[in-house]
């Protein structure tokens, strides 16, 4: 077991980052909440419940609340519930609330953490894959809208992050392919050599490992994102178009390796990106069957891409790549505006090769 403590910027509390196995089943969460002295309150994805939540609450001594499992919970509704149910028992600000689950509900349970009581302590326990190697990471926290993904929300950095691998043994393979879509992602933008693993063997642990690191190195460059940090949104233009025109019944992991492939292409045919890494980007993200969702509309995802948090003045931007495992600068935006006709050729072969 490893301990990776991580400073964001001075400003900001430190997060404890603790990756190993069994350690939801050790005394390591009991001795962290007994520094504190606070009332604990766990809030898990529904279908946690009985695997790990109930007797996590019982070790803990917690209070427990579910919330729905999936994207759609992802709301103002949820959060309020949450909020209600804290209120109702007079829960303060000596309060810990522990987010279990996937980057729903550590986005969601990251989010009323950051504004119940003007801030609680919070604690994520990710479950998924792409949880513990993007959603948890970072102190990014959002809800979602009927315009599109994340568009509210606050940075607020956990006080402790604890990743149990074990969890991972009871993924379903969808599950598995969105979080490698991150980690794949991770290897397009900053680290070569994942990408080399992943090419090899996709599932890997060492590649869980790499892109958490991979993350906490560009997130303490620029911890509120004014720079860098955004290459962390490569595939994410388009990945997150699909999802809100789908309604959120397309998974994050295969929109965003279609948005990885699309933008990778883009890449290639602005001049950038070499054709022979766009075969290998290609090649690789095709061994997690790729499709678009039904209620594609071409209209509707350019539509949806105007509420890109990259966008300025009504341009959508994006991040583009020059080799695997380097995003482009751009005189330190880390994007570039793209016109629609400059997008429309690759749209139409995204139509013809995942329609």
Not at 224 to 247: P, V, W, Y
Not at 287 to 305: F, G, H, Q, V
Not at 317 to 332: Q, W
Request: net charge neutral; hydrophobic share 40%; glycine share 8%.
């Amino acid at each position: 077991m490893k301990e990776i403590v991580i400073q964001p910027s001075i400003t900001t509390p430190t997060t404890s980052l603790v990756i190993g196995e069994h350690l939801l089943e050790g005394d390591l969460l009991i001795d962290f909440c007994k520094k504190r002295k606070h009332r604990i309150v766990i809030v898990a994805d529904h279908a946690l419940q009985d695997v790990y939540a109930s007797k996590l609450a019982d070790h803990l001594n917690a209070r427990l609340l579910t919330i729905p499992s999936g994207e759609k919970a992802k709301t103002k509704e949820t959060a309020e519930m949450i909020e209600n149910e804290l209120f109702k028992s007079n829960y303060g600000r000596d309060t810990t609330l522990i987010a279990m689950g996937g980057g729903v509900t550590t986005d969601l349970v990251g989010f009323v953490a950051s504004i119940y009581m003007r801030g609680v302590d919070l604690i994520l326990i990710p479950t998924t894959l792409l949880a513990m190697v993007d959603a948890s990471i970072g102190g990014k926290t959002a809800i979602d809208t009927t315009f599109g993904k994340n568009l509210i929300g606050t940075v607020y950095f956990p006080q402790a992050i604890i990743t149990d691998l074990e969890t991972l043994k009871t993924l379903p393979d969808k599950e598995w392919i969105n979080g490698l879509a991150e980690i794949l992602k991770m290897g397009l933008i900053a680290d070569p050599s994942i990408w080399k693993i992943a090419e090899k063997e996709i599932k890997n642990h060492e590649l869980i490992l790499k892109a958490i690191r991979g993350k906490i190195t560009i997130i303490e460059q620029d911890p509120s994102e004014k720079g860098l940090r955004r290459i962390l949104n490569f595939g994410h233009t388009i990945g997150h178009g699909l999802e809100a025109i789908s309604c959120y019944e397309m998974s994050h992991g295969i929109a965003v390796a279609i948005g990885c492939v699309i933008e990778s292409r883009l890449s290639m045919k602005l001049g950038y990106l070499s054709e022979k890494e766009f075969e290998q980007i290609r090649s690789l993200f095709h061994r997690l069957s790729l499709y678009l969702p039904n209620t594609y509309d071409r209209k509707k995802l350019i539509e949806a891409m105007l509420y890109d948090k990259k966008n300025i003045n009504k341009q959508t931007r994006f991040v583009m790549i020059d080799r695997i495992g380097h995003a482009i600068p751009f005189d330190g935006d880390y994007c570039r505006p793209i016109a629609e006709h400059e997008l429309e050729a690759t749209l139409i072969w995204m139509e013809k090769t995942y329609g």
